[in-house]
C-alpha cells in the first residue's frame, strides 16, 4: 500500500489536549445583540437569569469579553474518556467521488451519547453539582442531548429530568431506555404534567411537539422545583464556548498537519456544534489572520437562516425564556416531522446569527431524501453510519468535492462528522423503501409565523 501523504486518522495526545475553551465573542467586533427580559423588554440581568441556570454558566453566557476560559480539572478529566475525536482523512469517500478535493471530518460519535453533545453536557452538570443543585431539566430533540445529560448527571450523581419531544419519543424508545439506564426520568413533551404543556396540547391537539416546547416545560419544572435549574444543549452562547473544543482540538490537528482547511462545513440545528467546530477558525478569520469558506447546513423542511427573519423572538414556544436576536422561523413555527430531530429548532445561535448576518459565513438548506443518499455514500465507503443532522454536513460537502472536481480544484474541505446514527434506523428505513417525503414549509406558513414576532 503506498503511504498517504498524511495518516488517515489524526488525533493528539493527552498532553495536548486543549485546557481552555474558547469564547469566539471575544473577537467579535460587533457582539451578538443581548438576551431581553420578555417582560420588560430590557437586557436581562445575571441575577434574573440565575433563577433558570446554573450561577457559572449565567457568568459564561454573559461573558463576550473573555477570550479563553479555563476547563476545570473534573471535566478535563471526563474529557480524556471520550476525547480526543479524531480528525479523518476520507480518503475512501474521496476515491469514490474521483475528486482531486481533501476531504476531512471531525468525528465526534465515539461516546454512548453518539454525539457531540457530551461535550457540553459534562461542563453543565459539573457547574449543577459545583452549586450544590439537586438536579436539572432539560429538552431533548432526537434525543442525543438527553442521553448525553443523563450521562454526566449519572457520573456527578445529579437527578436529570428530560422532556422529549413526542415525535422522538415514540420513533426512538431505545434511546429513552439509554437514558432511563443511566437514571434520567423521561417525559414525551407536550405533557400533562406542565401548565404550559397543557396549554399547548389542548391549541394543538395531537401534535407531535417541538424542541420550542419542550424547553417551555423544561424551564417551567426547573423554577417550580427546589434545588432545580434548567439546562439547555445546544442555541445559547455557554454551550458554544463548550463545544469550541472541537474546533481546538482540529485545529491543532491540522497545524500537527501542517494543513489549512479552505472550506468549513457543520450542520446547524441551534448551532452549537458549528459555532463550536469553527470558533478558532473564525477567530483568526475575525482577527484577519486568516480567512476560510464557513457553510451552514440547515434543513429545508427547517430553514432559520435561509428562510428566517434576523429579529428578536422567543426560543419557546412558551414564551417564558429571554428573547433573544437570532434567525428565526418564529417561535410558534412546528416544522414538519423531519427525520432530523436535532435540526428541528425555530431559532439559531445569537453569535452564529450575527456572523451571518455580517456575511462572515455562508448557509444552505438541503432535502431529507438528498441527505440520506449522502449518507448511504458515506456510510458504504468511510464505515461509519452518520446520524441524520450530520449528513446534512455530508451532503454540501460532498457536492463542493464534486465542485472541485468539475473545476479542478484541489480545496481542503472540513465537515463536522456529529454523531452516529444507530437509533435512526426508522429514517434509514424510510429512506430505503423509497418512502421519504420532503416537506418544505410555504411562505404562507412562514407569513404565518413572522406576524407573531413579537414586536421589539
Ligand atoms: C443535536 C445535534 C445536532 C444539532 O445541534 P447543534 O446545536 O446545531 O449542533 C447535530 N448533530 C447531532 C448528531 C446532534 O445530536
Known sequence: MKTNDVPYKTYLTEDELPTAWYNLRADMKTKPAPLLNPGTLKPVTAEELERVFCKELVKQELDDTTAYIPIPDEVQKFYRMFRPSPLIRAYFLERALGTPAKIYYKFEGNNTSGSHKLNSAVAQAYYAKAQGLKGVTTETGAGQWGTA??????FFGLDCQVYMVKCSYEQKPFRREVMRTYGANVTPSPSMKTKVGRAINAAHPGTTGSLGCAISEAVEAAVSQDGYRYVLGSVLAQVLLHQSIIGLEAKKAFDKLGVKPDMIIGCAGGGSNLGGLIAPFMGEKLRGEADYRIVAVEPASCPSFTRGRY?????????????????????????????AGGLRYHGMSATLSELYDQKLMEARAVEQTSVFAAAEQFARVEGILPAPESSHAIRVAIDEALRCKAEGKEET??????????????????????????YLPTDADLAASFAKLPKV
Request: charged content about 15%.
Open 149 to 154: 445529560l443523563s450521562m454526566a448527571c449519572a
Open 311 to 339: 429579529a428578536y423572538d422567543f426560543c419557546d414556544t412558551g414564551r417564558v425564556c429571554p428573547l433573544q436576536k437570532m434567525y428565526t422561523l418564529g417561535h410558534d413555527f412546528i416544522p414538519s416531522a423531519s427525520h
Open 413 to 438: 474541505i472540513l465537515f463536522g462528522l456529529t454523531g452516529t446514527g444507530y437509533f435512526d434506523m426508522v429514517a434509514y428505513e424510510k429512506f430505503n423503501d423509497g418512502a421519504m417525503c420532503d
